[in-house]
């Protein structure tokens, strides 16, 4: 898979060329080191405003993080209907701007920094996982913000289910399958082509519609004993 050069206005412009030279030597120490930033207490109870949603019945659960304006949640709600669905993003404004639809799911603004440990510790774990266009962050500097560059990344891991990320930046999801490589974990990459009326989110129609070639991962994250 290559990585587009920089120039092209319909592609992610980023000077790096191939895997980080850190990313092997970031994750090991991610994966290998308690991260200790502290969980903000609105998060705490954001999580207890949830909890009996979560734990009503014995319906598996979907997260979608970093979900925008929650149509991917709303979209996946209708596709797993027998699943719940909880659709996460920090930007109150992304949040705010949610149109709702019929399904088991809900949109809150949430870091996920904060939820992806508070939902481990509080024994909830999801099936499905899904990531659609997460920021790229595409300055080599940057590294520590893509999420499999951050220390929140064994947090992701931990949760388990089957995660899906997808991004407008192939070597963002080169890098992801990487880094799970690193940390234990097999995945598969995959050149993705929606088309008008199957877009999973705002930013997969904005994308789309303005040519990027669109990449897909899908990893096991689960343990022997974890829910399938
Ligand atoms: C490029 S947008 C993609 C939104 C949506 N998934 C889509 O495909 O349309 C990235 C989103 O990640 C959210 N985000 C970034 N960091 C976050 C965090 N720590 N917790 C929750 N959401 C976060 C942003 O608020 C933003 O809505």
């Not at 709303?74 to 639809?101: E, I």
Request: glycine share 10%; proline share 7%.
């Amino acid at each position: 898979m290559t990585t587009p050069a920089p120039g092209n206005s319909r592609d992610v412009i980023s000077a790096q060329r191939g895997i980080h030279q850190h990313l092997e030597a970031t994750v090991r120490k991610h994966v290998s080191t308690p991260w200790r930033k502290p969980v903000a207490d609105f998060s705490r109870t954001t999580l207890d405003g949830l909890l009996p949603w979560l734990t009503a019945g014995d319906r598996p659960l979907i997260i979608d993080a970093c979900c925008g304006t929650g149509m991917s949640t709303r979209l996946l709600a209708a596709r797993y209907p027998h699943c719940r669905v909880l659709g996460l993003d920090k930007s109150a404004q992304r949040v705010g701007r949610h149109q709702g639809g019929g399904g088991d799911y809900q949109v809150v603004r949430a870091d996920v920094q904060d939820m992806w440990r508070l939902l481990r510790d509080a024994g909830i774990k999801p099936v499905m996982h899904t990531l659609f266009y997460p920021n790229p962050y595409p300055k080599a500097a940057q590294l520590g913000s893509r999420w499999y560059g951050s220390p929140a990344f064994p947090a992701l891991l931990n949760l388990g289910g089957h995660l899906q990320v997808r991004s407008n930046w192939a070597l963002y999801i080169e890098e992801f399958a990487f880094a799970l490589k690193v940390a234990g974990y097999e995945s598969e990459i995959s050149q993705i082509t929606p088309t008008a009326g199957d877009y999973i989110s705002l930013f997969e129609k904005k994308y789309s519609e303005s040519g990027h070639v669109l990449t897909a991962l899908s990893a096991n994250l689960n343990r022997a004993g974890d829910p399938v």
